[in-house]
């Protein structure tokens, strides 16, 4: 039998709600949200109560943007520790990036990575297409066998040079009701202007988008151009939507970090943090990009970001930008679980319990050794930040508790 859990005194945060009150989780399902008279809050059937006095409660995190490395580089991170460090982080829901080994070019693997998830059961995950056949960036030919369940397609990691095969995978994504994730980086100026890069093929991207009326979603954008066209092309009525990272809102490339897209300058940033104002960017996700420490010496790009996502945010937008709760909840929940197709991201009778317990103004000071993940790669060790994840519930069940 599955606990009932009642969460009372608790601040309400989602993207419709900013109230105090109290939550009754039953079956896996939030059962009721009302206000905190005791006489809506009383029920019988409860075996677990919390108090929520001082602390928010927010639908879970959901992450449009990760790498996992399982199969075949299970030695930056697998689905164990992957899933661990996601719950962490107040996630339960992930969609996985193709650049595996082998790559997760077609069904066996998709659904191989989804029920090795499932028997973990500690978070949802949905994996994506590669976009050309082993991210070969020559041939599509997979495409044409696709389940219906596939919702994700995507070359991230490399990007697709190919204007043709952009227009092909957007005509797709018509017929098969997918989302096409672009890395947008134009490798012929990789090696010596990597914002040419992200702006050309982003001007690309959106043309192709617009040409098919095929459904695009830019991955992790950084430059204050590329967002500047984004907002752009929304005003015109272009069927594209954007995410951003944490780690390219919250630092500038004075720290010298490599990932991909690379750490930008201050009026980026602000430039991003005006757009998410003015409501241009759809979600935050984090690329979650575990490396081990010789690859990074490599020179290996990315971040281990899916455990300090919601402190960097709420540091950076909320206590320093004064952007609301309600905002950020949409930004990584509402929007992301509507993307997968999910019966997540508000608190709202009948919704999925996927919640996270949050502290919104304890000081914390980043420590990469208490991550779960497998990769410490990140510049924050030592930074202050605000926020704390206590709790995370996936579908009623805790399966993260920090108190
Ligand atoms: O920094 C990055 N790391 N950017 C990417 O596009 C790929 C990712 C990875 O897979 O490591
Ligand atoms: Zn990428």
Redesign the pocket.
Known sequence: MMENIKIENIRIIDKNTDKIGCVIIKDGKISSVSASDAQFCSDKDIQTVIDGKGKVLMPSFADLHVHFRDPGFTYKEDLSTGSKAAVRGGYTSVVLMANTNPVCSGMEIYNDVKRRAEKIGLIDVEPVISVSENLNGENSGHLNELSAEVKFLSD??KGVMSSKMMEDALELSKKLNLVVMS?AEDHSFSSTDMRKAENYMTLRDIYACEQTGGRLHL??VSTKEAIEMIADAKKKGVNVTCEVTPHHIFLTDEVKYRV?PPLRKQEDIDSIINAIKGGYVDAIAT?HAPHSEDDKKNGAPGISGIELSFQLCLTKLVKENNIDLQSLSRLMSYFPCKMMGLNKGLIEEGYEADLVLVDIDKKTKIDVNKFESKSKNSPLDGYEVYGEVLMTFKSGKIVYNNV
């Open positions: 991230d990691g890395h991955c992790h991909n690329d």
